[in-house]
């Protein structure tokens, strides 16, 4: 098992903890990360790309002139794509980008990002994270303690006075365990863990 430093939020090391090997020690793959961050970015796509077909324009069916006699090229009735304020041809229609992978590639993926980070020493765990007060400039320091600026910070529940004192700050997101993925992970230099989400990402990788 990888040994981890525990840090309290003043960045002064107060015990040390055993990380999983199952969850923290994988094997790498960049084609399986890559696999899933497609698919979590290609399932945030909103598609609002479309136009009136037309089957889809209001009017009447009715044929506006007669067939033959009046000199005109024949018309089938108003919502001809030929016509103004007709149907549209070939046109854009809403599409879903959703993008589906194995729930076993998926968890597989989820943890060799948090494998990367360990072996980039870019994993922090810390004893608890409670702030007295909703303050950015309490937040700023507590991440000056710890030496990270680009970071993603892990809680095991709400924090109200954190996640309200980090929205300020660029480069911070603070997220719950059940909210934790890896795209995030991913994005984000350095990951800090509250101790006790540890126990929250073991549970949903451990099943």
Same mark, same amino acid.
């Given at each position: 098992m ?8 003043n960045?002064e ?7 999983t090997?199952n ?7 960049p084609y399986?990360l890559?696999?899933?961050v497609t ?5 945030r ?10 089957? *889809?324009?209001k ?7 007669r ?8 018309q089938?009735?108003?919502k001809?794509?030929?016509?103004r304020?007709?149907g549209v041809?070939f046109g854009p229609?809403?599409r879903?980008?959703v ?11 989820f943890k060799?990002a948090?494998?990367?980070k360990l072996k ?10 409670e702030?007295?007060?909703?303050g950015?400039k309490?937040?700023?320091k507590v991440?000056?303690?710890?030496n990270?600026?680009h970071a993603l910070?892990?809680?095991?529940k709400?924090?109200?006075n ?6 300020n700050i660029p *480069?911070?997101k603070?997220l719950?365990?059940?909210g934790?993925n890896?795209?995030d992970i991913?994005k984000?230099r350095s990951l800090?863990l509250?101790?006790?989400s540890i126990?929250?990402?073991e549970?949903?990788?451990?099943k």
């Amino acid at each position: 098992m990888a040994v981890v430093d525990i840090q309290n939020i003043n960045g002064e090391t107060v015990s040390q903890i055993d990380l999983t090997d199952n969850i923290f020690d994988v094997t790498v793959k960049p084609y399986v990360l890559h696999e899933v961050v497609t698919m979590q970015l290609a399932n945030r796509r909103m598609s609002s790309a479309s136009v009136k077909h037309r089957s *889809d324009v209001k009017g009447s069916g009715r044929k506006p002139f007669r067939q033959k006699g009046t000199g005109r090229a024949r018309q089938g009735d108003i919502k001809s794509p030929l016509l103004r304020g007709g149907g549209v041809i070939f046109g854009p229609n809403q599409r879903s980008y959703v993008h589906k992978v194995n729930k076993k590639v998926k968890k597989s993926a989820f943890k060799m990002a948090l494998s990367c980070k360990l072996k980039e020493n870019n994993l922090i765990v810390i004893d608890r994270l409670e702030l007295d007060q909703i303050g950015t400039k309490g937040f700023i320091k507590v991440l000056k303690s710890l030496n990270v600026e680009h970071a993603l910070i892990v809680t095991e529940k709400s924090n109200k006075n954190l996640e309200l004192s980090s929205r300020n700050i660029p *480069d911070v997101k603070v997220l719950r365990t059940e909210g934790l993925n890896v795209y995030d992970i991913l994005k984000y230099r350095s990951l800090v863990l509250v101790e006790a989400s540890i126990k929250g990402i073991e549970g949903r990788l451990l099943k």
